[in-house]
C-alpha cells in the first residue's frame, strides 16, 4: 500500500465509520469499502501507481441471502459505472465512489455520517450560530455567507463547521477574521480549525491556486481538513471547524466528528450556490 493510499484509507476512515475502508485478506492492494446500512462490502484492488492509475472492482462480500447477492449485483454494476465517470488520473477517488453509491436510487439511506457514535447536540444550537454583531470589530465591508453544519456533541465537546466561498487568500482570511471579530461564541471556543484552496480562474486571473491550513492547537486537525477539501474536489472554499471542548479527550475519534461537520457545510455551501445560480440564470430570462 502506498502512502497516498493509506492516506486516504485514513481520511475515508475519519469520515465515515472507523472501518469503512479496510484491507482484505492477505493483500495490503485490496481494500473493502463497507457502507453503512449496506448488505454487501465491494472489494477493490488498487495498482502500486494509484491514483495515476485507476482501482479495479473486483468482487463483493455479501451476507450470504438470496436478496443479498442480487442486491450486490445492482450495487456491483452502479459501482462501476460511478468509478468510470468519477475517476481523474492523479486525484483520489474512493470518497466520490462512496457519494457516488448514496445517490442511488434505492440503495439503503446513508446519509448520516459516523450515525453510531455521532450524537444530535443537546445543545442550544441557537447560542452557537448566533451572532453578536460589532462592525468595528472587522475590515470586511459584507457580513460572509457562510453554510453551516448541523451540530454535533460527543461527550460534552460540541463541533460546529462554516464554509464559505472565497476568491482570494485575502478574503479567506478576511472572513475568518469577520467571523472571530462579530461572534464572541466562536472567539472563545477551544479550537477554531481553518483550510482553504484558491483556484485562479479565467474571470479572476490574478489569484494563484493556494491552499491552506490552521490547527488552532488541534494536532493534525487542519491537515484533515484540507485533506477532506481535495478528496471532496472542493474549490475557492475557506472552512472553519470551531469546537468547545467538554473536558474529556476524544482521541482519534474527534477527526471523524470534524470531516463530519467539515463535510455537511461544504454541501450546504455548494447546494446555496446552486440555487443563487439558478436564481440569478431565471432573472436573467
Known sequence: MNDALADEMLSINAIYEPHTLQSYGHSNNVLALKLDALPIALLLSFPKQYPNQPPELSGTVTM???????????????????????????????????????????????????????????????????ESKDPSNTTVNVDPDWAISEVLTEKKSVFVARAAEVATTWQAQQNIQHLLGT????????????????????????AATYQDCDDDGETAAGGRVLHLLQLMGAWNLVVVVTRWHGGTNLGPDRFRIINAVTRDAVINARRSNAKHTQSSAEALN
Open 64 to 130: 450470504g441471502t438470496e436478496s443479498s447477492r442480487q442486491e450486490a449485483s445492482m450495487i456491483m454494476e452502479h459501482a462501476r459505472q460511478v468509478l468510470r465517470d468519477v475517476y481523474v488520473p492523479g486525484q483520489p477517488c474512493i470518497f466520490d465512489v462512496a457519494e457516488g453509491l448514496r445517490e442511488k436510487p434505492g440503495l439503503p439511506d446513508v446519509n448520516r455520517v459516523g450515525s453510531r457514535h455521532v450524537k444530535e447536540a443537546n445543545f442550544d444550537e441557537s447560542s452557537v450560530l448566533e
Open 183 to 206: 461572534n464572541k461564541k466562536v472567539a472563545q471556543a477551544t479550537h477554531n480549525i481553518t483550510a482553504w484552496r484558491i483556484c485562479g480562474t479565467s474571470s479572476n486571473p490574478s
